[in-house]
């Protein structure tokens, strides 16, 4: 299976633009290898540090593919994802959100799923399509809190595939998206571990999942 086009077939009914990484830039080259080395099999290599590269510009551009990917998941079953249906965001009967960004909300709002979803999703693309955060220019500076707004971003897009599997899977069956979830899942995982980027704690939605995904290790 082609990783790079496994969304392809799908006539996307987009939860929100996808984010584009501009061509010409390096960051464009990096998404590219990574397409291409994802293509190969072997995810833990597909997602170690290329050579001579930069951590902070793979994990930015990896970061971007992750909305990208998310985005789309998300997309396929908002209209399954309603304030009826998922008056809470929650990932399973034991873990529920409440939503805050640190910065315009501070204290947690209790919402549903989509609403939550909604915000998150906001949020972070707010973060990527921020210049001081991510910038896309070459000879312009990572500021020096890259890597804790990346671990923060990736905790939280993590929250939308823990809801998900958790709550939407019989929903993913139907439509035959299971195997594009669990490959999606299976390269975040892969990646957030590889760069010990989200607490152990954060995962335990998903830990039996993701014990069984990471088994074979590879
Ligand atoms: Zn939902």
């Not at 010409?24 to 072997?42: I, P």
């Not at 980027?197 to 290790?217: C, F, M, N, S, V």
Request: net charge neutral; proline share 6%.
């Amino acid at each position: 299976m082609s990783f790079t086009s496994i969304f392809g077939g799908r006539s996307a009914k987009t939860f929100r633009p996808k984010k584009n990484i501009p061509e010409g830039t390096h960051q464009y080259e990096l998404m590219k290898h990574a397409e291409a080395t994802l293509g190969s099999g072997n995810l833990r290599q597909a997602v170690s540090l290329p050579d001579g590269e930069d951590l902070n510009e793979w994990v930015a551009v990896n970061t971007v593919d992750f909305f990208n990917q998310i985005n789309m998941l998300y997309g396929t079953i908002t209209e399954f994802c309603t304030p009826e249906v998922c008056p809470i965001m929650s990932a399973g009967p034991r873990y529920e959100y409440h939503w805050a960004d640190g910065q315009t909300v501070k204290k947690p709002i209790k919402c549903s799923a989509p609403k939550y979803i909604d915000y998150l999703m906001t949020w972070v693309q707010d973060q990527l399509d921020d210049e001081t955060v991510f910038p896309s220019k070459i000879g312009v500076p990572f500021p020096k809190n890259f890597s804790t707004m990346a671990k923060t971003i990736l905790k939280r897009l993590f929250r939308v595939y823990a809801h998900i599997y958790h709550q939407h899977f019989s929903e993913i069956v139907k439509l035959q998206e299971e195997a594009h979830l669990n490959t999606s899942f299976k390269h975040f995982i892969f990646f957030v571990q590889e760069f010990n980027l989200i607490d152990r704690k954060e995962l335990a939605p998903l830990q039996e999942l993701i014990d069984r995904l990471t088994h074979t290790g590879k």
